[in-house]
């Protein structure tokens, strides 16, 4: 199922790579073709657009299966009494008497034993229990054998809702690739060529830097941001920096252009596209201080830090179930998952619902693993917080702090997981301050965020780093510097650039 799954997700990606291959920047001969004119019957735009309704009505076909149930059918209820009466009733001299007139009254009975047994409390099995003592010369043999009929079924119940689970997982897998493709039909056709005029200015100026530019192409996305690419080469052996050509391309566009992170950083003698952005106007820095648990080698907890080329700063931390290597590995995947889901560009929550399903689908009984996720947008200070299970947040400002907290499931867990989201507006000097349960557990009960406000507004670093070790160093005072469980703060300052 989990081979499967990932080759649906490979399978759409070479797809989509394949139709930005043959629509954008495909060429022969090192000619760039002209693209088709953009408008809604774009022919690739449709066939992106049917791959998208593909997925969407396989997915479909799943959500329309049977979903999990809590309790045994009637069906199920019914072959336990009837294997009951094989095994136990058929030799009894009474069988003509309790399965004859009385057949109703003992097959609610029955039923009855079977129901108080699923509701797992032992007050309504004694009661249904002694009520058959009184009737039953085989009582003993009877309750055993009806118990082991019903484990059986119960167990059988358990591995079919494991199934319905694992099939889900795939359908909401399949439902998130066809919102993606949607997407990409939207935005892959939105690059067009510059405007004559601005292209030839831009060749003039790049011209007296020793510049060869042979093609500019734009992209105007999200809430009017210019992207442009540039397709350009040095000239007379010249090497000319990256910087340099941002600056131009600045003045140019008439807003701070800066080219994507992992960029080439010169301009050399051989023909090359750079994408250009509009720079942001935030900066975040962080640092970290971790502690693992007394007689433990290795931390549970793992997370990222990472600006991604949206201009979008996440930062996730993730805690796995218990200590040492294995609840290490289990947060480890999570972390690296989301990752590459938020690094491919896709939104946190997205990513979110896929790592949630690759957990379920991993059916390790026990295993889950928390999950806290900031992403800050760069250009309006704006951060969405996503949280499973994860210990509360807390932004710093000036004089106050915030705690934003969450009293959802861990990941892993179920695979219909409601996440807890807020959204809160961030600015100049502010700081987010993250941590694992094992830090606030370390707290007086029930004073835990009151304390941390507390620990916060004491700490008077304003380095990331140095501000997480004292609220660690503090925190470990309340526990007589004894570390009982994994513990993690990761701090994060913004600030205007």
Known sequence: MQEWMIAMLVISVLLVLRDMAKTILA????????????????????????????????ADTFYGMPYRKDYLSGKQVETIVHDVCDKVCSHCYQREICWGEQAQNMYHGAEAMIRAMEEGSEEPVQKVKSDWMSVCSRFSQFYETINDGFTRERQKLMWDNRMIESRLAVAQQLTEISKILEMVSQDLYDISQAEPKFTEELRKNLKKRHIVLKQVWVMDKVEG???????????????????????????????????????????????????????????????????????EKVSGDNYICRQEDGGRFVMCLSDGMGSGMEACKESEVVVELLEQFMESGFSQETAAKMVNSALVLKGQDGMFSTLDICAVDLYTGICNFLKAGASATFIKRDHWVEAISSESLAAGLVQQLDFETASRKLYHGDY??????????????????????????????????????????????????????????????????
């Open 432 to 497: 987010l301050i993250m941590m694992t349960d094992g830090v606030l557990d370390a707290l007086p009960v029930e004073r835990e965020e009151e304390t941390m406000k507390e620990i916060i507004m004491d700490v008077h670093e304003e380095t990331p780093k140095e501000m997480s070790r004292g609220i660690l160093e503090r925190v470990l005072g309340y526990s007589d510097y004894c570390a009982k469980d994994d513990m993690t703060v990761l701090v994060a300052g913004m600030w205007k650039k």
């Open 225 to 295: 941001r210019r992207q442009v690419f540039l397709n350009m080469r040095a000239r007379s052996g010249q090497c000319i920096s990256m910087t340099e050509v941002a600056q131009i391309l600045s003045k140019e566009c008439g807003t701070a252009m800066a080219p994507i992170s992992g960029s080439r950083c010169i301009v050399n003698g051989e023909y090359h596209t750079v994408h250009f952005v509009e720079d942001v106007s935030y900066q975040m820095l962080y640092g970290v201080a971790k502690l693992t648990r007394e007689r």
């Open 27 to 58: 060429g022969r001969n090192g000619k760039v073709r002209e693209q088709l004119p953009v408008d809604e019957s774009h022919p690739q735009k449709e066939k992106v657009e049917r791959y998208a309704a593909s997925f969407q009505k396989l």
